[in-house]
């Protein structure tokens, strides 16, 4: 089943993917008015995008547009442009995941409400395998509990990965798969904590207990084990000429049959869906979207997790690649707002967001991935991830907001 705003796009005739096709910049499409994103980066003079956009498969280039034309008060026409789609290849893609389990957490929440358990709740994981974590303390809070409300704003605001592993342990593979079959996602994968666990110890989830305010138990959830073990629908999904383990270079390229899948053109129509419709296609309410909206847009200082005031290791552009590039002494130009999901492993960077200005009006979705591993080998450390990889979408992301301005 298609989820509900993209089928009214649709019957609208407002949802039409282009393909602009093109091996290196001097071949990509320069007549056709429709090829506005090939036009957009073949005439930009950055050195790191005519590199990038002249050697897209070696880079595993991939770039999702979606201009917003808002044509009256209650009719919106979206255009999605897809520059280098990579549809049935594996990219990597390492955090974007928080952005659909923030959404499931969410969804999942509502089961409990007969039990008086919010996303406010003191939330308490305990160890029952040899993989998982305790936790019952999380200073962060100001009650120094944790809650899955805390861990969806660490995820939103600087993509943490222990808050990640919490919400994972709570959803279950199980439950993940179920509600991503229902918003129809078949391609989507999400089975694997961020800490190293075996392909069976992911599939155990934690014992967790459920808290109010005074300390009394609203509910618990003992330990159990997925009933499935699933697999990457993309089979082995080999990436690299080579890997290192402990120190040690391995020849055969590295296998993710068992890591998490998300294509990009995937994620980017989830942004699309909990940015322009009502609720999501995972059945959360307005109020979760708005709070999910809320800290996606927030630098790290403005929140009020006060760890994340400094500026020095929580620089403003912390997870703002597009535009800005992670780069910490990056100027913040107060008219922009970005609200974005970011990632970056085993070589491959990538950033989704919805961008406005203020000040022109201007609003789009962005999407890029890119893998920068010159070298072919996987975790080695040796990524071009801060001249490449970055530099790419800090441009990618002004060439697209300069664009926009200029239609208005």
């Not at 498969?57 to 547009?65: A, C, E, M, V």
């Not at 599939?203 to 499935?228: A, C, H, W």
């Not at 998300?262 to 979760?288: A, C, R, T, Y």
């Not at 530099?391 to 060439?399: D, N, Q, S, V």
């Amino acid at each position: 089943m298609m989820n509900t705003f993209i089928r009214l796009l649709i019957v609208t005739g407002a949802f039409m993917p282009l393909f602009c096709w093109g091996q290196a910049a001097q071949d990509l499409p320069k007549d056709d008015d429709n090829n506005l994103l090939c036009k957009l980066l073949e005439h930009d003079h950055s050195p790191v995008i005519q590199k990038v956009i002249n050697n897209p498969g070696k880079y595993r280039l991939q770039i999702n547009y979606t201009p917003i034309d808002r044509l009256t008060r209650t009719h919106t026409k979206l255009n999605t442009l897809r520059l280098f789609p990579q549809d049935g290849a594996f990219a990597y893609p390492a955090s974007m995941v928080k952005l659909p389990v923030c959404m499931m957490t969410l969804s999942k929440l509502h089961s409990l409400a007969k039990y008086k358990v919010d996303k406010n709740s003191r939330m308490i994981s305990d160890a029952a395998k040899g993989c998982q974590i305790c936790q019952e303390r999380d200073y962060n809070s100001p009650d120094s509990f944790p809650s899955l409300s805390l861990y969806i704003r660490k995820m939103l605001l600087v993509s943490d990965n222990v808050a990640y592993n919490r919400a994972y342990e709570f959803l279950g593979p199980d439950d993940i798969s179920s509600m991503l079959r229902k918003a129809d996602y078949p391609d989507v994968r999400i089975m694997q904590r961020f800490y190293t666990c075996d392909t069976l110890q992911n599939r155990q989830m934690n014992p967790i207990t459920f808290l109010n305010s005074k300390g009394e138990q609203l509910y618990f959830r003992d330990s159990f084990t997925s009933s499935v073990q699933l697999r990457n629908p993309l089979g082995k999904s080999e990436v690299g000429s080579g890997f290192m383990n402990a120190k040690k270079q391995f020849k055969p390229p590295l296998s993710f049959e068992f890591s998490n899948n998300l294509p990009l053109i995937d994620v980017h129509n989830m942004l699309i869906n909990l940015v322009m419709g009502k609720g999501s296609q995972f059945g959360i309410s307005e109020s979760d979207r708005d709070f999910m909206l809320k800290y996606m847009a927030m630098y790290p200082g403005e929140s009020e997790i006060q760890a994340y005031h400094n500026r020095q290791t929580y620089f403003p552009a912390y997870k703002k690649y597009l535009i800005y590039g992670r780069d910490s002494k990056a100027k913040i130009d107060s008219n922009v707002r970005i609200y974005n999901i970011v990632g970056w492993g085993y070589g491959h960077v990538s950033d989704c967001a919805y961008i406005t200005d203020k000040k022109s009006g201007a609003e789009f979705f962005l999407s890029a991935q890119l893998y920068c591993n010159e070298d072919g080998i996987l975790n080695d450390d040796k990524y071009e991830y801060a001249t490449i990889g970055f530099p790419f979408l800090k441009r990618l992301g002004e060439i697209i907001l300069d664009y926009e301005r200029s239609k208005r």
